[in-house]
């Protein structure tokens, strides 16, 4: 088990001081890792997403097989569970904007336990929900914070966000932090811990140890890589703002260029993201797409009322009636069942 | 079998539900007695011209596999990951996080880590990302991929008859990955190599001749009802006379032939008699019986989308020939699932049929109005709920009474209130079992999806540990002594596995209880319940 942990996070390290390392005086790759590799990582990014998206289009939708978690649409006097068991758009609608943006299924999390070796009880189990709901927003936040390097002037939601996410500063932080420093933004820190508390319930909790696959670990170990370089350029090394913003801005408007003072800490946070932005396509990332096509939950449950195509359906090899009585004829007759064809007649 | 079954307590023992050591693709495969089906019977398999028919034993080490099986796993895999959306998308997406884990009644019970969902899945996607995925070529084994092997394909045959797709880890999968449509993805591609159980194949070969999975010719079937009718006299002192194949009928009626063959599901089909003959005898309603389309149960289900459109298109046809309005459905799990989520698509449109009213109340199922089939439990809630019925209620009072949602009519429909309001008026004393153990999270009764055999006995005790459990919470708790059910397999199923964990509890249809309550025209005074058991008040 160790050997998919320990593979990952030796990946990281070596990936960031690839980075590093290559953008130091002397080595002068700051074009490879501040340019050519970010282009690249884009382009397979869009490229690779835009075909896993098409590839699952591809693929037909034969029959609705929705899991219905409530009561269906059944007699009036019965109440219908509307958002868990569907059966309209939109109640579709209202039940995949819960499970994307609430994770409304993991919300239903358990926990099974066996006590005294004979009597099961189910809890409710919710640290894995608030974690992954942790991880995703801070990650949003931090996404949607980061915008403020590619745009100018910054729109007004990207300075909203940084304000909501700096808001603790003045709370918590103020007195405690020396001056000068930047307000810290929650979204970092939260980000980090979360990445942590999913790394560690892969390595501690015994079921989740055991289906954990490298391609777990690696994505974890990036975005903790990710996150640590950034708080650290921000609130330690004091990177260069305005050089790393030139870059960046060359980048977005196709006029790549490579300032003076950008730091290989900065090289090696890029380079990270590049490979989270590559390897994005061709991994279990892709439940970013995917969780909009899955035909449990986008689909309604009235199957019985709206009939459903499928694209391939092809005539099979059935046992009709007549071949049926054909064989059990005489029997039937026998016992009074009636008959379509009566045994005279057959000849 | 039985004489050698382990006990309650040591099954109970050897659950660990922490795996450690090994990672899981190290861990060899050990198909072990009691856990495993027996090999499909070559014959039931050339009935249906499936392939790769031939006599083979999962225990020994040569499974005589035609030479090119690994080029037919593979291009089997192709060809559903471009069929089913459904597939591919699962194979994809899931991030491994663990929820499903212990959601499985088989995890539950057994602590076999396969026997989470997600490992479950994981044996077939460590094949899609050897065979299919960039990353899974380059990386290999680091990737989580790994190549077919007979090992692996053993593995594969191994614990996908160890899921009754019951779909409850689907409700828990932030995505909606249900395991069940990746078992029975790969049960089909199994079938390309003939490797079925054997408790599947002959039902189905059964039932594509015989029209039901027992392989009762008609005038059996015939037979069987009117020993029914005996009895039913008996009891009632009512003289039963169900009608067969009627041309012109209102409705045409299909339920498992479970429920003519085997006690409990008997009583449930004197209590069908029952209310059809109150029916007619009240209010002239017309309901018919087919030997040909006898089974509503749909065992091919299990075995290939293919097969299980062959042995449903019996129904829309008898209907057609008949000329019946519409149809009405027993009471049957996966059944309702068919019915449900594919009969329409596979057989339809069933544009010869009338969408369903129910003649005596005026009522419109609307939500059966494409594929114009009607639960029993739907038909006699909208009954009661017009007060259309005579019922004596008392007349269970014997009967403390919990509901089991079936896996199927839950999370494949979402029928839940139907049958508890029929229960809630045909019987004064009803108790729910613990929340997360009912309705769209019920626990499977272990034995689904074709695993209802002898030879694996302490899978489905085990399997059924969870459902056990939280009945004999009711039990001890307000007294339950019945188990009451909307499904045939669960009527085979569950009496064994009360049997096992909670021996007071006896298990019955929802239409047993019905017929108990239901006041027939010209009745005698009744003494016993339809099991010939004394009434409340009637005991010596």
Redesign the interface.
């Known amino acids: 088990?160790n050997k998919n942990y320990m593979?990952s996070l030796i990946a990281v390290i070596v990936l960031f001081l690839i980075a590093y390392v290559g953008t130091q005086q002397g080595a002068g790759l700051q074009l490879v890792f501040g340019i050519i590799v970010p282009y690249l990582a884009v382009s397979l990014f869009v490229v690779g997403f835009a075909r896993?998206v098409m590839?699952?289009?591809?693929?037909?939708?034969?029959?609705?097989?929705?899991?219905?978690?409530?009561?269906?649409?059944?007699?009036p006097?019965?109440?219908q569970?509307k958002i868990?068991?569907p059966?309209s758009t939109l109640g579709v609608i209202v039940r995949m904007f819960l499970?994307i943006v609430c994770?409304r299924?993991?919300f239903?999390?358990?926990?099974?336990k066996?006590n005294g070796?004979?009597?099961?009880t189910?809890q409710l189990e919710l640290f894995?929900w608030i974690g992954?709901l942790a991880f995703h927003y801070a990650f949003f936040a931090v996404v949607v914070r980061h915008l403020r390097f590619f745009t100018e002037p910054v729109p007004f939601f990207v300075t909203l966000t940084e304000q909501v996410d700096g808001f603790m500063r003045m709370e918590v932080l103020y007195d405690a932090v020396q001056a000068g420093l930047p307000g810290v933004y929650m979204s970092g820190l939260v980000l980090l811990a979360a990445a942590l508390y999913l790394f560690l319930?892969r390595v501690f909790?015994?079921?989740?140890?055991?289906?954990?696959?490298?391609?777990?670990f690696f994505p974890l170990f990036l975005i903790m890589g990710i996150a640590l370089s950034g708080i650290f350029m921000r609130y330690f090394a004091k990177v260069d703002i305005v050089a790393i913003k030139a870059l960046t801005m060359g980048l977005v408007t196709f006029r790549p260029t490579i300032p003076e003072g950008v730091s290989g800490l900065f090289f090696a946070h890029l380079f990270l993201v590049s490979i989270l932005l590559a390897y994005f396509p061709?991994?279990?990332l892709?439940?970013l797409g995917?969780?909009f096509?899955?035909?449990?939950?986008n689909m309604t449950?009235?199957?019985?009322?709206?009939?459903?195509?499928?694209p391939?359906?092809y005539p099979?090899?059935?046992?009709?009636?007549d071949e049926?009585?054909d064989?059990?004829r005489e029997?039937?007759i026998?016992?009074?069942?009636?008959v379509v064809k009566m045994p005279e007649e057959q000849a | 079998m039985a004489d050698e079954l382990i006990k309650p307590?040591e099954l109970?023992?050897q659950?660990d539900?922490?795996?450690?050591g090994a990672?899981?693709m190290d861990t060899p495969v050990d198909i072990r007695k009691g856990m495993y089906c027996y090999a499909s019977n070559p014959k039931s398999v050339e009935t249906l011209?499936l392939p790769n028919a031939r006599p083979w034993n999962p225990l020994e080490d040569d499974w005589k596999l035609p030479e090119n099986w690994q080029q037919i796993v593979h291009d089997g895999f192709r060809e559903r990951?471009?069929?089913?959306?459904?597939?591919?998308?699962?194979m994809?997406?899931?991030?491994?996080?663990?929820?499903c884990?212990?959601?499985c009644h088989f995890f539950?019970g057994t602590g076999d880590?396969k026997n989470?969902p997600?490992?479950r899945a994981?044996l077939l996607r460590s094949v899609y990302r050897n065979d299919f995925?960039?990353?899974g070529k380059i990386?290999g084994r680091?990737?989580?991929a790994r190549p077919m092997t007979l090992d692996v394909l053993k593995e594969w045959w191994y614990y996908l008859f160890q899921c009754t797709e019951c779909?409850r880890c689907?409700?828990?999968?932030?995505?909606?990955?249900?395991t069940a449509?990746i078992t029975i993805m790969g049960r089909e591609i199994l079938n390309l190599l003939g490797l079925n159980i054997d408790w599947i194949a002959t039902p189905v070969a059964n039932c594509?001749?015989?029209?039901n999975h027992l392989g009762i010719?008609?005038?059996a079937f015939?037979?069987m009802l009117d020993f029914f009718v005996d009895d039913i006299e008996e009891v009632t002192g009512v003289r039963v006379q169900p009608a067969?194949?009627?041309?012109g009928a209102d409705i045409l009626f299909i339920t498992p032939s479970g429920d003519v063959f085997a006690d409990p599901g008997t009583y449930t089909c004197m209590g069908y008699m029952l209310l059809f003959h109150y029916l007619k005898e009240k209010y002239g309603l017309k309901i018919t019986w087919s030997?040909?389309a006898s089974e509503g149960g749909n065992f091919g289900f299990f075995t290939s989308?293919?097969t299980m459109?062959?042995l449903n298109?019996?129904m829309y046809?008898?209907a057609r020939?008949l000329g019946v309005k519409w149809i009405l459905g027993g009471e049957c799990g996966h059944m309702w699932r068919v019915?449900?989520?594919?009969m329409?698509?596979?057989n339809?449109?069933a544009d010869f049929l009338e969408e369903p009213v129910n003649p005596i109340t005026g009522?419109k199922?609307?939500?059966?109005?494409?594929?114009k089939?009607v639960h029993i439990a739907?038909f006699t809630?909208?009954l009661i709920?017009h007060g259309k019925l005579d019922l004596d209620p008392s007349r269970n009072d014997n009967k403390i009474i919990t509901f089991h949602d079936s896996c199927n009519p839950?999370?494949?429909?979402?029928?839940?209130?139907?049958p508890r309001?029929v229960i809630q008026n045909v019987a004064n004393h009803f108790y729910e079992m613990?929340a997360?153990?009912i309705?769209?999270?019920t626990f499977c009764c272990g034995s689904g999806a074709g695993l209802n055999a002898g030879e694996n006995m302490e899978l489905r005790m085990a399997g059924g540990?969870?459902r056990a459990?939280?009945v004999k919470?009711v039990h001890e708790t307000f007294g339950v002594n019945m188990l009451a059910c909307v499904c045939a397999i669960d009527r085979a199923a569950l009496p064994a596995s009360m049997g096992y964990w909670v021996p007071e509890v006896e298990v019955t249809g929802l239409h047993e209880l019905v017929a108990n309550a239901l006041i027939m025209p010209g009745e005698k005074e009744r003494e016993t319940d339809l099991r010939g058991e004394p009434l409340p008040g009637m005991e010596e």
Not at chain 1, 55 to 75: D, E, K, L
Not at chain 1, 301 to 310: D, F, P, W
């Open positions: 088990m593979v896993r590839g699952w289009s591809r693929s037909a939708v034969p029959f609705r097989i929705t899991t219905t978690c409530g009561q269906q649409s059944s007699m006097w019965i109440k569970a868990d068991n059966s499970e994770f299924s993991l239903r999390n358990t926990r099974m066996l070796g004979t009597r099961l189910y894995l992954a319930r909790i015994p079921q989740v140890r055991t289906i954990s696959l490298a391609a777990d061709f991994s279990k892709m439940h995917g969780v096509l899955s035909p449990t939950r449950g009235n199957t019985r009322q709206v009939r459903h195509v499928n391939w359906n099979v090899k059935v046992h009709t009636y049926y009585e064989d059990f029997k039937m026998e016992a009074g069942l009636p | 307590d109970l023992s659950i539900h922490r795996p450690s990672g899981w011209g990951l471009d069929k089913f959306r459904s597939f591919k998308v699962f994809d997406i899931c991030v491994r996080c663990g929820a884990a212990d959601k539950i880590p989470m997600v490992l994981e995925t960039t990353a990386l680091l990737g989580g779909r689907s409700v828990f999968c932030p995505y909606g990955i249900d449509e594509y001749r015989t029209g010719q008609p005038h015939k037979d067969y194949m009627e041309k030997t040909y989308h293919e459109k062959r298109s019996k046809a008898e020939r019915i449900s989520q594919y329409d698509t596979m339809g449109p009522t199922f609307e939500n059966a109005k494409s594929t089939m739907e809630a909208d709920k839950s999370r494949g429909m979402g029928m839940l209130d139907e309001y613990p997360n153990t309705r769209e999270q540990f969870p459990n939280a919470y």
